[in-house]
């Protein structure tokens, strides 16, 4: 809603196009709907597709970011060489791996990178050039691999969801002594978690990382993987529980929750349930939930 709004009055005026996919309903119809109201911006959909453990679903994920090129290229009157995709792919892996490193760095110090904290640095980097951003949190990764690490009286969670906002929700758990021990946020973890292929050309590699992504409820798997996968981060990084921001109205996410529900219960694994939305006018439910499960913990 907001970026239709945004595309309606000029404010996306100075790009020359925007990727969307279509990963959910939501999205499809935010493609079409680009259409018709932004005509002056061209919309670029990007399909993913569902059998990714074939050979077909694998030479359709390489035709598909091809053709993405392709329309890039008529959208900015640039050529984008194989060379330069190679380039941004090696900028981005660097990227990916330091994500990988300081989220590893901040689980010891969940005083100093508390939820807040954490989701901000993390987000920082989808609006950051990677060029500057991964010095940037390198260095804050040293800082924290230097300094000793923290002693933590409180809990420490395991996070899932699509996005771990807004940042009020974030502040409540740092008030009742919840800490992030590690996340599966669509919007966080879940973009750099999954290592890239050391074989093939980069159109190869590039789409690996999407067909070995696993735990992905925007991603058909053959058994779903998400509950064991939770159960996995909990038992490793000593987290006493998970919390499900449930993004109102997500159908894929709520699809999914029942089945790694029952398989967190029957592991024992306390857990919370949390429907947010981008726009909330009052937290004080979230907060007495919030406090009530932490009292209960």
């Known amino acids: 809603k907001a970026n239709l709004e945004y595309g309606l ?41 569902q059998a990714r453990w074939t050979k077909a679903g694998k030479d359709y994920l390489i035709s598909e970011y091809k053709r993405v090129r392709s329309d890039l290229e008529k959208a900015t009157g640039r050529l984008i060489a194989d060379a330069m995709v190679e380039e941004a792919f090696r900028l981005y892996e660097a990227y990916r791996a330091s994500m990988r490193e300081f989220t590893e760095a901040a689980k010891r110090h969940p005083v ?11 987000k920082a980097g989808y609006f950051m050039d990677k060029a500057r951003y991964t010095p940037i949190i ?38 009742n002594g919840i800490a992030i021990a590690d996340d599966d946020l669509a919007q966080e973890s879940r973009q750099f978690r999954t290592p890239a292929r050391e074989e093939g050309d ?3 590699r590039m789409a690996g990382l999407i067909l070995d992504r696993k735990g992905c409820a925007f991603l058909c798997e053959r058994k ?3 509950g064991r996968m939770l159960i996995d981060m909990a038992r490793r990084d000593e987290a006493r529980a998970v919390i499900v ?10 699809f999914d929750y029942p089945i790694y529900k029952a398989q967190l219960e029957r592991e024992g694994i306390p857990h919370l349930f ?13 907060r007495t939930r919030i406090q009530s499960f932490a009292e209960m913990l």
């Open 9 to 49: 009055n000029g404010t996306y005026g100075f790009l020359k196009a925007v990727l969307i996919p279509t990963l959910c309903d939501t999205l499809k119809c935010v493609c079409e709907n680009w259409k018709c109201a932004v005509p002056g911006i061209p919309m670029i959909g990007v399909s993913y597709p």
């Open 112 to 122: 100093t990178i508390d939820a807040k904290t954490r989701h901000l640095i993390i």
């Open 138 to 175: 390198r260095r804050i990764t040293e800082g924290l691999n230097l300094a000793p690490a923290e002693p933590f009286q409180g809990i420490r969670a395991i996070v899932t969801g699509l996005v771990g906002e807004p940042c009020e929700v974030l502040d409540i758990l740092r008030e």
């Open 202 to 204: 980069v159109w190869e």
């Open 224 to 226: 779903k993987t998400k």
């Open 245 to 254: 921001m449930m993004m109102k109205f997500c159908d894929p996410e709520e």
């Open 274 to 286: 949390l429907e947010v939305e981008q726009r909330l006018d009052s937290f004080e439910q979230l």
